[in-house]
């Protein structure tokens, strides 16, 4: 009687090394469940199924998670304002604990005894799904082939790989010329590795996808309003015609995505400091998400009161660390996004833009939750303020600085 084979779940993407890993996970005698998690990046799912199944798959599933994606890892993210090092906008960091979520449902239906994915041994995505995978099922085990050493005598780099998919009939598109990889998804597309490695070579114009060169956007620029409700985007208009483009998270992104990169919007090319330790380059375009953020960080200006946004932002800065370093699941995480969720609810309104030649412009908001008093700001009328209590504020505000001030007098007497 022969032993049933061992399940592995493997995170498909239908590449080069995804394909690579398919056939040799079967090799090895493995039965391969083969997941590919749709998150916006626009594959042809299609031709992937039939792809797996040719190579041995016996099964593929394909699932469909781009709302999810969105509502429930992009939309936290904008009501968070979340940044890693100041720039970057994580949208690698928050597909993974979503696509991570689904491949342990899958492993769940298939019994697996094994998860799998193609994340290389020196990158942030390994330690992402595997985070993921540890706080969303216990007693999960993994198979990386970019950590196991048989795999990595046999595949030293991308030109092995090329030479094993000749001799094991794997099509693939990718050639041994191609001088970066590349991972996108509804929120951006991100580039490395390559040519960028060297962080000193200017990124090929061309290699861009979402976004135009600034010297080839309109002359003419998109007129646009985002309505907010409790820090999430609910509507997208054209403020020219007033016409609604978009109501609905997957749409607001698509939509957004195509306007903000006519306009040469949300590129950016940084050297960033891996979890791991070791520092890399990066190429990144988010479009919609750099209009996004910047119209829900004004509406925050307005609505929020000052001292409690400035706590938020530090719980940002933290919840953003943590993200990028695979611990979406974590007790912390959830701790810090409640916090950070429970400042939204008054981050409601209209946010009007102006999208031009790589710039995204806010001309002009309105909220129902403003705390802006126009009458009390005004230099035209005294409103319900008195100037001459200023003169108190800033005595007792200075007498901190004049108490040092004169510590430092008398020490520097001292020494005479």
């Not at 970019?146 to 094993?164: A, N, Q, S």
Request: hydrophobic share 40%.
């Amino acid at each position: 009687m022969s032993v049933p084979k061992e399940t592995v779940i493997l995170a498909y993407s239908g590449g080069l090394d995804t394909s690579c890993i398919l056939v040799w996970l079967l090799e090895k005698g493995y039965r391969v469940v083969p997941c590919m998690v749709d998150v916006g990046q626009g594959d042809d799912f299609e031709a992937a199924r039939k792809k797996a199944l040719s190579l041995g798959a016996e099964k593929i599933y394909i699932e469909d998670r781009k709302e999810e994606f969105v509502k429930n890892y992009i939309w936290p993210a904008v009501q968070a304002g979340l940044r890693y090092e100041g720039r970057y906008l994580l949208g690698t960091a928050l597909a993974r604990p979503c696509i991570a979520r689904c491949l342990i449902e899958v492993a769940k239906k298939e019994n697996a005894t094994y998860i799998s994915h193609g994340a290389t041994g020196k990158g942030n995505d390994q330690v992402r799904f595997e985070l993921s995978c540890y706080a969303l099922h216990e007693g999960v085990r993994f198979l990386a082939p970019w950590r196991e050493k048989d795999f990595l005598e046999k595949f030293i780099g991308r030109k092995e790989l090329l030479e094993y998919c000749t001799q094991r009939n794997i099509p693939v598109k990718a050639t041994k010329d191609k001088s970066y990889s590349e991972d996108d998804n509804l929120m951006h597309i991100s580039y490395e590795s390559g040519i960028l490695e060297d962080p000193a070579t200017v990124a090929p114009t061309d290699m861009y996808q979402m976004t135009r060169n600034v010297e080839d956007t309109p002359n003419t620029p998109s007129m646009i309003c985002i309505e907010f409700k409790a820090g999430m985007p609910i509507k997208l208009t054209d403020d020219s015609t007033k016409a609604v483009i978009a109501s609905d998270p997957v749409p607001i992104m698509l939509e957004l995505n195509k306007i903000a990169g006519m306009h040469g919007i949300g590129r950016i090319d940084i050297v960033e400091n891996r979890f791991i330790g070791m520092k890399s380059r990066g190429c990144y375009e988010t479009p919609a998400g750099t209009v996004i953020w910047a119209a829900h960080e004004d509406l925050e200006l307005i609505t929020l009161d000052k001292e409690v946004r400035n706590i938020k932002e530090g719980l940002s800065l933290q919840l953003g660390q943590r993200i990028y370093n695979g611990m979406w699941f974590s007790a912390e995480g959830e701790y810090l996004r409640d916090c950070i969720s429970s400042s939204q609810g008054c981050v409601n309104g209209h946010v009007h833009m102006k999208l031009f030649k790589g710039n995204a412009m806010v001309i002009s908001r309105e909220s129902p939750n403003s705390l802006y008093n126009e009458e009390l700001v005004s230099m035209d009328l005294a409103g319900d303020y008195e100037p001459a209590d200023v003169t108190g504020f800033i005595r007792i505000t200075a007498l901190r600085l004049r108490e040092q001030l004169r510590m430092k007098t008398a020490a520097a007497a001292a020494k005479k």
